[in-house]
């Protein structure tokens, strides 16, 4: 059986605690994923912020438009700092994903680490190679044009305006 880790890293011109607002939000996982994946959270979240033990059900569509169900547990959360969600049902054997972020002098990096196993054996490490691997990407690097026209897009115009 073939196991995985995927990295992701992005910085962002804002503070610890606002990019925190925003990502332990289970609310705000729909914003930054793509839309053809048909992203909706099933799970009736009364706490609007993650906490260890909480559960998230959705449905996705991550390959030809087959609805899949998907239930991650927050397994880990520390304010401010990082927090861990595993799948409990879906389509991997094993999905392990750190969201860490860290203060950098003029904003935050965030780093994403997710360890994972497809299913089936050889079947998945084929599966990985054809398009498991680029469809991880392209998610990512849709979530970063988003996170930057949330965050960056601001503070780049206000280092480009002149001052009069």
Known sequence: MSFYQFYKEQILHTSIEELWEFISSP???KEITPK????DITSDLIERKMYPGMII????????????TWVTEITQVRDNCYFVDEQRVG????WHHQHIIEPLPNGVI???IISYQPPLGFLGA???KLFIKSKLNEIFEY???????????SKMKEKITPTP
Request: charged share 25%; aromatic share 12%.
């Open 36 to 39: 053809y994946m048909g992203f």
């Open 57 to 68: 059900c959705y449905k996705v569509s991550p390959v030809l438009g087959i609805k899949t």
């Open 126 to 128: 084929i599966a990985n």
């Open 143 to 153: 979530r970063r044009k988003v996170l930057d026209l949330r965050f960056n897009a």
């Open 27 to 29: 609310i705000k996982l």
């Open 91 to 94: 389509p991997y054997s094993i």
């Open 110 to 112: 965030m780093k994403d």
